[in-house]
């Protein structure tokens, strides 16, 4: 069979111009570069054995047994560190640092494995042998050996897909590009065109592709930029989050503060018509008692501990879907917007009971007064006065059981 190779001629020279040219004019030093000048040498050597081998087979009165074994093997073992060079190149840019090392590990160990095989088949011909009369044969196992050359490939794609949502759209453009530029032509020439050799010249429009998108000085300073951009973009995300954390978070109790309560009852004011509509609003206020008394008589530092227990008793009563507050010194509100009243309730019940429990493993008086209600037709102002009275009605039955405190 004659092979057709001016597609892998053409290519091989365009290679060779974009490899002169990008070091001479572009001396860049950094480790993705120098992958690139490694790649675009391996693929030399890849179109080389390629040729070579075509010219090889095509002409079996002229070149001996052994050179058709060796040169066709020489293509393979180039072509399979070429597929994994692309598939590294790929990744420099995909996979994040903290799963790259594992995965190139991976990767590395398939190759050697697979170049392994590649020089065995010289001796046992499981993937291609020649014939006493100088023909290439495939062997049994030929097409596993072009499915290892493009899982190299295929790997780095799934990298991409799972890292898709911190990847920016021009990476994922030029993945799927690599990737279709390099697997169509192996598919297509093993299946439909064995006596066009279109792999390789496939692997140079990747060259071409990489070198004018991603190794031009112009690019890679942009690329700079925008890593930098984007460093500062999250460092700035961080403050935001870190300052909010501050301004609407009370750090002794660990809810939110005065602050975002405000907030909430302002954005209430502003939406209640339509939130009262199409949810309930239940609105719960909670005291703790005698916090002057355990200032006074038994130091601040059992009156800061009993608020950090009503605050955690709190947490621990009301699900993450309600608001929480610590809204003063011994305040605390509780939010819930669209839950089902008979869930609050239960809440409400889970929250009275474990005040009760942690009032007998405290060696100090420890009870909370406490209300909700559930808002009805009138104004957030006006259901928070009917709440906080009933709150103090609660406050005043709780501490006739506690007369020595009662003022306290």
Known sequence: MLYDVKYEIAAQIFVLFIFVYSCIEYPMRSRKNILFRIMSIILILTQSFDILSAYVISYTDIFPRIINLLVNTAYFFFGTILCYLLGAYIDHYIIPENGKKLLLKTKLILLIIEEIAIVLNVFFGFFFYITEDNIYTHGALFYVMHLVSILFIVMAGISMIINKKILGKERIIYGTIIISLYVLPIILQVLFFQSTLIIMFGASLIMLVTFFSLETPDYVKLQTTLEELESTRSELEKLNKKYYMLAHYDQMSELSNRTAYEEMILDLKSNMKKIREEKTIIILMADLNFLKYLNDTLGHNIGDEAIKNVASI????????????????????VISIGNDKNEFESMYQKFIDKVAEKNKEVDYPFSVGSAYYIVQDESIDDAIQVVDNMMYENKNEIKKNYPNFARA
């Open 314 to 333: 709190i947490k621990e009563s009301f699900s993450d879907k309600e608001n929480c507050y610590r809204i003063g010194g011994d305040e605390f509100c």
